[in-house]
């Protein structure tokens, strides 16, 4: 009995993976590898090397390795990319997870946890937002996961599939023994560029808005540590193995951090004073948002282990580390070479 893991190879999927694994459960992975890699999974963990919306490649995939749980992180995240390009989004986020419904209702798994985000809500009438606010995304990204959330909805109304849907906040940090971390590069999340701008990759960090009706006139997030939100995900696949009824949660700690603090916290901790520029709002970034936690922590068996900003800004900054080594230690090899 395993656990399909889409998007296992991903910066979120590898941190889920990891968890599955370090707790005994059986694991494989789809991943097309376009912002993953294999090096983040675990030494045994099957790779099918595919898309997500491959619905034969998946079907196999069930059969032969008797999956009985979908964990669905595969898709694109990038909120101006999705406004430029929103086919692409309704594309990788919509049409691949109509087509991994497809196949697993035909393959007869009938427990499904998605990765959605709180960018459905838009901006909300008051934070935190509950769960049960109006939904009113203001790009394509958010109206791709809400679609997906729908027929996720209308799917298992139909053939008594069981879902868990994971709305997140803003998920950060890394592995907390640096084994795993976001490594892609020209990464779009606040904290990665600020450590990528405190240890050297980057030149500067862009602040989109400084005009806001907010303490500091940045934008205000709520941040939760990638290992909690993977630890979120094990309660939620508890869950529904115990015989919960599907339900939407959101993933966070229920306190924001503006954009202008969360820089502040990286440059105390690493004790880089590195370079900020100022610029006008972007389309589609949503002025503050925070989440309602109650639900969450109600219904699932989850305490989170890495709450504290200084905490995950620590975790990222030893991630980084590790990563500037290893590219320094591949140049001096390719000179020496």
Known sequence: ??????????????????ALVEAGESVVVVDNLSTGFSTSLPDGVPLFIGD?????LVEGVIAAQDVKSIIHFAGSVVVPDSIRDPLAYYRNN?????????????????QFIFSSTAAVYGNPDKVPVPEE???????????SKLMAEIMLHDVA???????????????????????IGLATVGATHLLKIAVEAAVGPRAKVDVFGTDYPTPDGSC???????SDLAQAHRAALAYLRGGGASVTL??????GYSVLETIEAVRRISGRNFAVQHGPRRPGDIMAMIADTSRLRTAL?????????????????????????????????????
């Open 133 to 143: 606010a109006p939904t009113r995304p203001l790009s394509p990204y958010g109206s």
């Open 94 to 110: 919509t049409m691949t997870t109509r087509s991994l419904l497809k196949a697993a209702v035909k393959s007869g798994v009938n």
């Open 301 to 337: 068996d989850w305490t989170p282990q890495y709450q504290e900003l200084e905490t995950i800004v620590a975790h990222a900054l030893a991630w980084e580390q590790k990563l500037v080594r290893e590219r320094q230690s591949e140049l001096q090899h390719a000179t020496s070479a």
């Open 220 to 226: 205000i997030r709520d941040f939760i540590h990638v």
């Open 250 to 255: 959101n993933c966070g700690y229920g306190r």
């Open 52 to 56: 997500a919306g491959d619905e034969n």
């Open 157 to 179: 109304a139909a053939h008594g599939m069981k879902y868990v849907v994971l709305r997140y906040f803003n998920v950060a940090g890394a592995d907390p023994q640096a084994r």
């Open 1 to 18: 009995m395993s656990v399909l893991v889409t998007g296992g190879a991903g910066y979120i999927g590898s941190h889920m993976v990891l």
